[in-house]
């Protein structure tokens, strides 16, 4: 860095990457008290501009693989990812990008912790010139069950609500319905990949529905990037130290093999990254260690299994009494 | 059944689904010789047309799973289905569709035994009335060690190539290279899913690249549906009662987790009958019974993994000496 950066006033790109930064390491030191393990960091750089910061924590004694990871990527944006994109593109300009987020799935080793995730992101269109002509926010964080302990979906559901209604009544109801509707395998009869959360994107200052300007908009959104702390912190700490069988290791396994399936399928941000030229293996960190495919039955009535799928029903979790 | 059907001569369409009928149940019958067990079968009909039946050996003494399914649907095109489709369709036309063929993928138990993949299918394209306006055949097979033995690479291309030099020279050359294109998970830096084989699609009657006629065509894709008994059955008995080790079990897991990637990401067939509502146990049979995502390594030289590895570059398995 010269001097002459360092007396550069922050630009807007600055901040948003110290933003993204801060927040990848405070989730590391989250999962890392979580665990009592350490997450080792891999480093790498995309052709065409940016990279990104991949930890993993492998064969922890709580995650048996948790992946916190950070990148900054930019450039020309890929034809075939423009489609996919959703921003305003004005015809006749071959769009650059600029994007930055944090993105975190966990896999816990007992089939009695769920497996979360969590994404918060900015992304921004402009010219060659870096005149921009589109940008917003995305993100959101969900709940993966792998034993059916309804309790849960409800203390996830009721300290997202809690985290969102900081900025706003109705952004806890908008986002939660928009999480179940975005994970679900539309393959598997629309069954949801697990109890939902929030989910959000293309979300711009000043729009009508959520009432938010620039500075609300970016407060809120940090709020969801460190939402774990008090959604899912607390569930490991009760899960952990349970028992557990080889039954529910089988189901675990079975549920993280529906897991693959909506993430290569039907993931928007999975099926972006491996277009857009990130780091294949940092992408595909959301997928579990150790995924099985049975052969097809249906579970057995009072049965975990069934317990399970009626949980995969979406449901006003945060209600309270 | 009326008598007026008994009397109505054999159509063409009649014809064909005999033809995967015969195919399936001569596949079977080779599967039950090689593994001693007996497929289950279950039938499904498709909304808007058609179905098919799944047959499966699950939990068999040399098959951990093999799926051997027939299919034969109809109705109108579904739009998204169109477009991946590839065939002639005029515009301002509603394409209706008929289909049939047979799919097989077997999974081994040992990882001394490669997997393969076995399709052959015939299409044709018609408007409302049922006047064809475009039909073709498609299919191939290929092998995925996941164990290096490069000898069963050669055994099986070999057989490939005097299967396919039966019904024309330049066959084997044009279908080999073709399945080198498509089965590359191209998110893996191009790494090949297994070793290869034939793969063909959009073949026509009296087409100059491979001058069949309609009779010469069908024969040409019997004998490739009909090639796992000379070309992977002799490779299953010589290795199915080899000793292995933990080390070998892992390998075929990673190796698996890179078939899944290629079948849900890349995978036309699949993303086809997702599509277009066939049963997606069915769709999704080719999915392996467990794999798993490793954290990422280089392979060390001189390893299995690196000598595995070194087997994904296409390569001329065919030459004699």
Not at 2 to 21: E, G
Not at 36 to 57: P, Y
Not at 279 to 302: I, Q
Request: with cysteine; hydrophobic share 40%; proline share 7%.
């Amino acid at each position: 860095m010269t001097t002459a950066d360092l007396l550069r006033p922050a630009s807007r790109r600055d901040r948003l990457a110290a933003w993204t930064s801060q927040l990848q390491d405070e989730i590391t030191a989250l999962f890392e008290s979580l665990d009592g393990g350490r997450f080792a960091e891999a480093v790498w750089a995309r052709e065409g501009g940016g990279g990104g910061a991949a930890r993993l924590l492998a064969e922890g004694a709580v995650f048996e693989k948790a992946g916190v990871n950070r990148a900054l990527v930019e450039g020309i944006l890929p034809p075939e990812a423009a489609g996919r994109l959703g921003g305003n593109i004005p015809a006749g300009t071959t769009p650059h990008f600029f994007a930055t987020g944090v993105s975190v799935v966990v896999h816990p080793r007992s089939p009695m912790v769920p497996t979360t995730h969590l994404n918060v992101r900015y992304f921004e269109l402009t010219d060659a010139d870096g005149h921009v002509f589109d940008a917003w926010y995305g993100g959101g964080t969900d709940l993966t069950p792998t034993h059916p302990f309804p309790e849960d979906a409800r203390e996830f559901h009721r300290a997202l609500k809690r985290t969102c209604d900081a900025h706003g009544a109705h952004l806890y109801p908008t986002y939660k319905a928009w999480c179940d509707e975005y994970f679900r395998n539309t393959h598997r009869a629309n069954e949801a990949r697990g109890v939902g959360g929030v989910f959000f994107d293309h979300l711009r200052p000043d729009e009508a529905a959520h009432g938010l300007d620039e500075a609300g908009l970016h407060a809120f959104v940090t709020s969801v990037g460190r939402a774990l702390a008090t959604a899912y912190a607390p569930i490991v700490r009760r899960r952990r130290d349970l028992g557990y069988t080889a039954r529910d290791l089988r189901l675990q396994r079975h549920r993280r093999a529906r897991y693959v399936e909506f993430n290569l399928l039907h993931d928007r941000g999975t099926l972006f990254g491996l277009q857009t030229g990130a780091r294949t293996e940092s992408v595909l960190m959301s997928m579990p260690p150790v995924a099985e495919w049975p052969a097809p039955e249906d579970p057995e009535p009072g049965s975990i299994e069934a317990a399970l799928a009626a949980m995969l029903v979406p449901q006003d979790w945060a209600q309270e009494g």
